[in-house]
């Protein structure tokens, strides 16, 4: 008994002396040796950020492309005037590059069905549709929609803007050797949309459909088009 008690005494007293098994291999430490060093290296070298913003910005004013949107505040019942609140204080002005062109926004039951609707609904999405769903009335809008253009279903789109970029990248994925042929002033919407995609691209300057039509004739007959 005395032998086996000194034996697991000897057993313990040698596994005490092992290193234990959470201790990181060698190769492990080394790597986090050169991780330390490398990031001191990385620390001694100062990337002044704010430096590399302010000349990013200086060069989009030297090439007049830095944008000051106007901050107006539109007046119900008076289209098209609004109230300008520019660097010099607030005055009058008439807005003409508006896309509601008939100042329907305004139309006392558009308006008398936005207030009612978020009497009853409160205001805001709550998220994309593929989070929070899609608010009813959205959706009657788009039955009516489709229904005016004698359409399956419709979809609406938070801008314009982003049904040209969207529909035109997602229907030029789908077109098996899909070939763009996009007008060089097209608007940019319908150029980022034809960007969005691996479909290739073909502008062309402004000409008349007679002269696209002899362009799409002489395409490879299995080549589609948009």
């Known amino acids: 008994m005395a032998g086996g008690a000194k ?3 000897s057993s313990s007293f040698a596994s005490s002396l092992e290193a234990p098994s959470s201790a990181p291999p060698m190769a492990e430490i080394m790597s986090m040796e050169a ?4 990031c001191a290296a990385r620390s001694a070298i100062h990337l002044d950020y704010s430096a590399l913003f302010d ?3 200086d060069q989009l004013r030297e090439e007049r492309r830095y ?3 106007a901050d107006l505040e539109r007046l119900a019942g008076r289209f098209p005037h609004a109230i ?3 660097p010099n204080g607030p005055r009058e002005v008439v807005i003409w590059c508006s896309n509601d062109y008939l100042g329907m926004a305004q139309h006392p039951k558009v308006v008398g069905a936005m207030v009612e609707a978020a009497s009853r609904m409160g205001t805001g999405a709550g998220g994309t549709r593929n989070i929070a769903g899609t608010n009813h009335p959205l959706i009657e809008l788009e039955h009516e929609l489709a229904t005016l253009h004698g359409k399956e279903a419709a979809l609406v789109f938070t801008s314009g803007y982003v049904s040209n970029q969207t529909g035109i990248a997602t229907i030029a994925k789908l077109l098996p ?3 763009l042929l996009s007008d060089a002033l097209n608007h940019n919407s319908m150029i980022e949309g034809g960007c969005g995609n691996q479909a290739r691209k073909s502008r ?3 000409t008349t459909t007679s002269g696209i039509s002899s362009n799409c004739c002489a395409l490879p007959i299995h080549t589609g088009r948009s």
């Open 84 to 86: 300008w609140h520019s």
């Open 35 to 38: 991780l330390n060093m490398n």
């Open 204 to 206: 062309y300057g402004v």
């Open 55 to 57: 000349l990013a910005l």
């Open 67 to 69: 944008r000051v949107f």
């Open 177 to 179: 050797n899909c070939l």
């Open 7 to 9: 034996d697991g005494m």
